[in-house]
């Protein structure tokens, strides 16, 4: 049984003047068991809106959506769900260990579950320390990471997480990249909408481009990374530079040199490199970014 299914999702709102505003149209897609799903596109596509239906906060015109076969408006769908929304706010006079205390209540944890789950988590985010102080005194970041905490706290099946690395820094980001990782070696479905592509580089399996309310592509990661190879870049060493000069050399220093070879060219520079004794020092691909590809694919809608 799959973790989401949407189906023909559409949500439309009235908006100023009484002019309707179609938020998503005719929006479909499926999130199969242990994948990392991350859901891209610019301010205004629908992401928000689509993860708000899923969850069960706002409900669609047409269509439907589901979770492990329920529809989202059944409370049952959710109990195995974590979610982490946009913009995380908690009752600031709380304490996280409070806060947490109150949410594995809510999913029917018992008090010693709660108490070693809510010890794991708060370790697992790095904030145990500020574990018993005022949720008001923390910064964003703290903030965020104990949205994430909460998420995770009763350990569901399924991890829905609007903007998870909104306001962290460079560590902060890192960790909360390797959790996803660690989530889907447990068998774990994440669903992620973000504006950074290389987050999405780093951890997903597939990506849903979604602009002006409809889902523009799904696409394979590693296919992506794949297919868009378009040439090396190489250092070697041992053997004269003069003996490409049909090639751009980049820079030379004692011993090496370093250059870009066309990938339908990769063939003939290496035969030529170890027919005159050459090694190679370094290789890296080039290749057309996700980052390009969702350009071109937003260019193209607006």
């Given at each position: ?50 993860i708000k239906t899923l969850v069960g906060q706002i409900r669609p015109t047409n269509g ?202 990769y063939r003939e520079f290496m035969e030529r490199l170890f027919a005159n004794d050459g ?24």
């Amino acid at each position: 049984m799959n973790p989401i299914e949407i189906e023909h999702l559409s949500k439309s709102y009235r908006g100023r003047r009484g002019k309707v505003v179609a938020a998503l149209k005719d929006l479909s897609l499926t999130v199969a068991l242990g994948e990392v799903f991350g859901f891209l596109g610019p301010n205004g596509a629908g992401k928000s809106t689509t993860i708000k239906t899923l969850v069960g906060q706002i409900r669609p015109t047409n269509g439907t959506a589901c979770l492990f076969g329920q529809p989202t408006g059944a409370a049952g769908a959710r109990i195995q769900v974590g979610y982490l929304p946009e913009n995380p706010t908690f009752y600031d006079f709380l304490t996280a260990q409070e806060y947490l205390t109150m949410v594995g209540r809510v999913f029917g944890m018992a008090g010693e579950s709660i108490s070693s789950e809510s010890e794991r988590v708060l370790d697992l985010m790095a904030l145990t320390e500020a574990a018993r102080r005022p949720i008001r005194g923390y910064s964003k970041g703290m903030v965020q990471r104990l949205g994430i905490a909460q998420a995770l706290l009763h350990d569901p099946d399924l991890l829905i997480l609007d903007e998870p690395m909104s306001g962290l820094d460079p560590v902060g980001r890192a960790l909360v990249k390797q959790i996803i990782l660690d989530l889907k070696q447990q068998g774990k479905t994440v669903f992620f909408s973000t504006h950074v592509i290389a987050d999405v580089e780093a951890v997903c399996d597939r990506v849903g481009i979604i602009a002006a309310g409809q889902m523009q592509a799904v696409l394979n990661v590693s296919d992506v990374l794949k297919s868009g190879i378009e040439g090396y870049s190489v250092k070697v060493s041992g053997c004269s530079a003069d003996l490409f000069l049909d090639y751009t050399i980049f820079k030379q220093e004692d011993g090496w040199w370093s250059t870009t070879v066309p990938r339908g060219q990769y063939r003939e520079f290496m035969e030529r490199l170890f027919a005159n004794d050459g090694q190679i020092e370094f290789i890296e691909p080039q290749r057309r970014s996700l980052e390009a590809l969702f350009l071109d694919i937003i260019d193209q809608v607006s």
